[in-house]
């Protein structure tokens, strides 16, 4: 019974903000490497950020010093704090869960962010 649910987008205005969770249950959290992909027609899927066992994170250069990826890992859920958001964030953003060792990995179906010139 894997879920990872994502919550909390929207339509926004260029500047704007939006923050991002995923709940995950049904494997053990603390286990898996956590990220953040997007989704937009045309475009190929894209790694916006990620949160390591030990709390590494990266992100990718287009939203670097804008984006925040965090995680609550005794309530099982990563956040992503997205800043100033800019017209070609706009996407399907889906949370993933891969395992450390195995790399066995969970998906959900992703939260969509708007975001208007």
């Known amino acids: 019974q894997v879920t990872l649910v994502e919550s909390g987008g929207g339509l926004v205005q260029a500047g704007g903000s939006l923050t991002l969770s995923c709940k995950a249950s049904?494997?053990?959290?603390?286990?898996?490497?956590m990220s953040w992909y997007r989704e937009a027609p045309g475009k190929r899927r894209e790694l916006v950020a990620l949160?390591?066992?030990?709390?590494?994170?990266k992100y990718s250069d287009s939203v670097k010093g804008r984006f925040s990826i965090s995680k609550d890992a005794d309530r099982n859920t990563v956040f992503l704090q997205m800043n100033n958001l800019k017209p070609e964030d706009t996407g399907n953003y889906r949370c993933?869960?891969?395992?450390?060792?195995?790399?066995?990995?969970?998906w959900g179906e992703g939260a969509q962010g708007a975001v208007s010139s």
């Open positions: 993933q869960a891969q395992n450390t060792w195995t790399h066995q990995d969970y």
């Open positions: 049904g494997f053990t959290f603390k286990l898996y490497t």
């Open positions: 949160i390591e066992n030990t709390g590494a994170t």
